[in-house]
């Protein structure tokens, strides 16, 4: 199952193709070249043909190159040599990434890059200097996962730039780069990223496995591919980390876990995870102990109450009223006596109207989103409960299980924790609180069954690793924690040696 | 051997599982009225009898252990195989699965009179029995890993109820308890004897034990879970004896439940129906490791998938629920059960123990033999 690992694929910037495209030779003639070449990319306006002299042309597509490089380092020399062989002009152009090709396909290719290709009349081969520049913003603070203390940078829609951000962080000789290209139409190169010696070489093997093992027409987001590797998609639940932040992809990477940043998204793939591992936050290591303790004690908190606490007041309204001692039920029947529907509807309803804030609030520009928080939330709160439809305890609570699945640290399991609760309001309004057990029964039926990347969601508290436990749902002082979770551990026993013997494995190469 | 099992390594467990699984086996229903049929017969000193029978349980965990340490990848279906031959060895697998199957179907019905009589007395039996079925099968399909998960989170998720066991003893009159050793030596005898429908569960070691990562650890941990449920069930009897009276006690269906019902907390108060909803999970291992133990000896007369065995043994459990539906019916059931269960698990491990050994020994001197 698990195949060899391509040593020849690391750390080399090749261009990977799943499926070689027929090989096509190159004219000789300038001509039959251009003719060609315009049919093979349907002439585009952006298409630059440039004749230096009667024998070297150049051509290129306008707006991917670095027009300052080649005005000023590739057309100066062109000049100089007229009607050079390639192998001269190759020889001669100060430029680092500078290839020879005798294949059009793959010509045509590195130019929709960013190349610029040479061609001489009478040889049918091709200089590509590869000179392309990138449009791409600058770097900017994460914008959905913003932390008080530590780094305030965020992954771009660059690849190279991510990268390299990435290598700032962890200078090691180590750190493998592997490049994929997936999606027939669009060509998305992809890097996988792990530490050799620190991941397991199983889960990079899986990784590998399974992005080659795709079949995929486009691929524009690294969301959409989290979604096509991950081990079970009928799942509600994200089974790999997309984060923006690259000090917490980094994090991952030093602990084992496997990366994949995607060209074109500022979101970054972390795998294995584990579900203890979504409630964490990179600012918890920043953080004093007892603090970072707390604050990951009240997440978790926050995610039951988030779950459970509308359904157990649906229970305990329609069903259970025996469970509410005598104080407390006064000021809720008062609440609940001039409304007209069974608590069930009444609940459904106001979660369905946070949803919608929620929603609209996400959609909407930020000076709008204000508006529409105090529309929302003050007017049609009050005035709800003032015309009588509902009660506004259940408002207190409705509110209060939304702010807390708000406190969740990642997007996505934040939005299955409130995504959970309409199913088991239903089950409460039915059943009461034996519906609402058989909810929490599934649940955890349903997150042992979980697995990310072959390695068990629930750890590590099921199976119980106790060695990860000061780092899992409190966080010991640093000194405490291992390193390297168990769960994302190379399976070496003496792995100092290992460590070693990849190091002279590369130096060799 | 042909009917040694073969268990990769990636499909073992760690040993201090164990001690999750065996406890969260042990406790199921019967903890929700066991003082009943205890004080019966042993009357105030029932909680002698709880003790006399968690030590019996150890000693008969320690034969079945001693007696599976002899065939170390094998579990109890295969050593019936080896000791008795094909046809009678099938005979006493069929009894077992058969224990197992009957197990399973008591406790759900003993859970969902409880539902029905505190509860939901309208909700129908086949309701609660489908839902929890499929509950099951969800468990089951994921295989054994998620089977000792659930067995893990119930043991977990369970630990707060402890602490509202202890809440009634402000109530509490000591002197209920007293005199000690009130009751003959024989009556006690026959409480622990009682407790039977209650202590039993650890027998899954038996299926389980091949699936151990390190065998010798096994034996540990299990004898703390049962030490860790003779700490339960004392607990609870000894809240019961000092806050009910004798009298009361025997008449009293459920009496943990009616202790629940006194606890007033500020924002809760008739804790036993949220606790009562809540034993599903406490039951759900029960039902899992039963269910699976019936799988394991089923795959020996024929190679099922554990997916058709589990639907199939959820049909039949539906239907067989369908007939049994009054009280006094379940009360036969659970008393019928409590005695076929103290031969199976309490005398028989034993008895399988001395013929292993026997077995064991005959088969060594007569490789000796072929030896000189």
């Not at chain 1, 969301?223 to 639940?237: G, K, Q, T, W």
């Not at chain 1, 006596?337 to 979660?351: D, H, N, R, T, Y």
């Not at chain 1, 309409?422 to 909810?439: E, H, N, T």
Request: aromatic fraction near 12%; glycine fraction near 4%; charged fraction near 15%.
């Amino acid at each position: 199952m698990f195949r060899e690992p391509k040593k020849n694929a690391t750390n080399s910037n090749e261009q990977q193709n799943k499926e070689e495209p027929e090989k096509l030779p190159i004219p000789a003639s300038k001509r039959e070249f251009l003719d060609v070449l315009k049919e093979k990319v349907h002439s585009p306006a952006d298409l630059v043909i440039k004749n230096i002299s009667a024998t070297v042309t150049i051509v290129y597509l306008d707006f991917l190159i670095d027009g300052k490089i080649l005005n000023e380092q590739i057309l100066p020399i062109l000049e100089k040599e007229q009607s050079a062989p390639p192998k001269t002009i190759k020889e001669k152009l100060p430029i680092a990434e500078i290839d020879l090709s005798a294949e059009l396909n793959k010509s045509v290719l590195e130019m929709l890059i960013g190349a610029v290709l040479i061609h001489s009349e009478g040889h049918s081969e091709l200089v590509i200097a590869k000179i392309s520049s990138y449009q791409s913003r600058g770097l900017s603070a994460p914008e959905n996962e913003s932390q008080v203390i530590g780094s305030q940078v965020g992954f771009n829609e660059n690849l190279a730039t991510n990268i390299s951000l990435i290598r700032r962080y962890i200078t090691n000789p180590n750190l493998c780069n592997e490049k994929f290209t997936l999606g027939k139409d669009t060509m998305t190169s992809l890097s996988v990223l792990y530490i050799d010696g620190i991941a397991s070489e199983q889960h990079v093997n899986t990784i590998r496995q399974r992005i080659e093992d795709l079949d995929i027409s486009d691929l524009l987001d690294s969301a959409v591919l989290s979604e096509l590797i991950d081990d079970n998609s009928f799942s509600m639940f994200p089974q790999l980390l997309l984060t923006e932040r690259p000090d917490r992809f980094c994090d991952g990477l030093l602990s084992g876990k496997v990366g994949i940043v995607v060209n074109g998204s500022s979101m970054a793939i972390l795998c294995p995870y584990t579900f203890i591992e979504f409630f964490q936050s990179r600012e918890d290591q920043n953080l004093r102990w007892q603090i970072a303790t707390f604050i990951r004690l009240l997440r978790f908190m926050a995610m039951i109450i988030s779950i459970f606490f509308t359904p157990i007041y649906v229970a305990a309204l329609t069903f259970h009223y025996e469970v509410i001692p005598q104080p407390l039920l006064v000021p809720l029947s008062e609440s609940r006596a001039i409304v007209p529907f069974p608590p069930i509807i009444e609940a459904l309803v106001l979660e369905l109207i946070i949803e919608l804030l929620r929603e609209a609030g996400a959609r909407l520009p930020t000076k709008v989103g204000q508006t529409i928080g105090i529309v929302g939330g003050i007017v049609l709160g009050t005035a709800a409960v003032e015309a009588g439809i509902t009660s506004n305890i259940l408002i207190i609570i409705i509110a209060l299980c939304a702010l807390a699945s708000f406190t969740t640290p990642n997007y996505l399991m934040g939005n299955v924790i409130r995504i959970l609760r309409f199913p088991i309001i239903i089950l409460a309004g039915f059943w009461g609180f034996f519906g609402v057990m058989l909810a929490f029964c599934f649940l955890i039926i349903h997150l042992l069954r979980q697995s990310s990347l072959g390695a068990p969601y629930m750890a590590p508290i099921y199976p119980p690793r106790w060695k990860d436990w000061p780092d899992s749902f409190i966080r010991m002082p640093l000194p405490f924690i291992s390193r390297q979770s168990v769960n994302s551990r190379a399976q070496s026993n003496n792995q100092e040696t290992n460590e070693n013997l990849a190091k002279e494995e590369k130096v060799i190469r | 051997m042909k009917s040694t099992l073969q268990i990769g390594n990636d499909e073992k467990f760690n040993a201090s599982l164990f001690f999750f699984v065996i406890a969260a086996a042990q406790v199921g229903v019967g903890i929700h009225g066991f003082q009943r049929v205890v004080v019966k017969d042993a009357g105030h000193d029932a909680w002698i009898s709880v003790i006399l029978a968690a030590l019996f349980s150890h000693i008969v965990v320690f034969f079945m252990i001693k007696t599976l340490e002899l065939y170390p990848s094998n579990d109890l279906y295969g050593i019936h195989l080896d000791i008795f031959g094909k046809f009678i060895g099938s005979i006493v697998n069929i009894i077992y699965v058969l224990y197992c199957t009957f197990a399973f179907y008591s406790v759900i019905k003993n859970y969902i009179e409880v539902i029905n009589t505190w509860v939901f007395p309208d909700l129908s039996q086949s309701f609660i029995t489908t839902v929890l079925l499929i509950l099951v099968i969800y468990a089951f399909t994921g295989g054994l890993r998620v089977m000792l998960g659930v067995c893990f989170f119930s043991f977990m998720t369970g630990l707060w109820i402890l602490i509202v066991v202890y809440m009634p003893l402000k109530y509490a009159h000591y002197n209920h308890l007293l005199p000690l050793f009130g009751h003959d030596i024989t009556s006690i005898f026959k409480g622990a004897y009682s407790m039977t429908f209650t202590i039993v569960g650890f027998e899954v070691i038996n299926t389980l034990y091949p699936y151990a990562k390190e065998k010798n650890k096994v034996q540990k941990y299990v004898h703390l879970a049962l030490l860790c449920t003779l700490f339960i069930y004392l607990s609870v009897i000894l809240v019961s004896l000092v806050y009910f009276s004798e009298a009361q006690l025997e008449r009293t269906l459920w009496a943990t439940l009616t202790l629940f019902t006194v606890i007033k907390l500020p924002f809760i108060e008739r804790i036993e129906i949220i606790i009562i909803c809540f034993w599903t999970i406490i039951i759900l291992p029960n039902l899992c490791l039963f269910a699976w133990s019936a799988y394991r000896g089923v795959k020996r007369f024929k190679n099922v998938k554990g997916t058709t065995f589990i639907w199939l043994f959820s049909i039949l459990m539906f239907i067989a629920n369908i007939p049994m539906q009054s009280r006094t019916q379940i009360d036969d059931i659970n008393n019928f059960f409590a005695q076929i269960a103290f031969v199976i698990v309490f005398l028989y491990p034993i008895l399988l123990y001395i013929m292993a050994s026997l077995k064991n020994v005959l088969r060594k001197g007569g490789r000796k033999n072929e030896k000189g």
